[in-house]
């Protein structure tokens, strides 16, 4: 059975760090790309951040380059969301999401593009 199960989500103070944890199971970790997408409320799905398990290529939003850094360790299956120094406006629904065929270099893709989805974790920053 294939799982993606986010955590680490919770209610943090402006300016303040979470870490997000994506734990896979039951498909090939290395092959796929696996993505970070967020979804606030009375917004759609917007992508934040990517890694590719086979070359470790990196992709962030503008959003929030500088500020959250994905990480990946393939011996626990398990892609990592560092993010600091958090706003307001990072207040949503983060959800993982793994993909094969994407190439990082031309961003996250589309959202049919990938395979398998977690939950969500909720993250809430308070002004």
């Known amino acids: 059975e294939v799982q993606l199960v986010e955590s680490g989500g919770g209610l943090v103070q402006a300016g303040g760090s979470l870490r997000l944890s994506c734990a896979a199971s039951?498909?090939?970790?290395?092959?796929?790309?696996i993505g970070w997408f967020r979804q606030a409320p009375g917004k759609g799905r917007e992508g934040v951040s990517g890694?590719?398990?086979?070359?470790?290529?990196?992709y962030y939003a503008d959003s929030v380059k500088g500020r959250f850094t994905i990480s990946s360790d393939n011996a626990k299956n398990t892609v990592y969301l560092q993010m600091n120094s958090l706003k307001p406006e990072d207040t949503a629904v983060y959800y993982c999401?793994?993909?094969?065929?994407?190439?990082?270099?031309?961003?996250?893709?589309?959202?049919?593009?990938?395979?398998?989805w977690g939950q969500g974790t909720q993250v809430t920053v308070s002004s």
């Open positions: 999401a793994a993909a094969r065929d994407i190439i990082l270099e031309y961003g996250l893709g589309y959202e049919y593009e990938y395979d398998y």
């Open positions: 039951g498909f090939t970790f290395e092959d796929y790309v």
């Open positions: 890694i590719s398990n086979s070359d470790g290529d990196t």
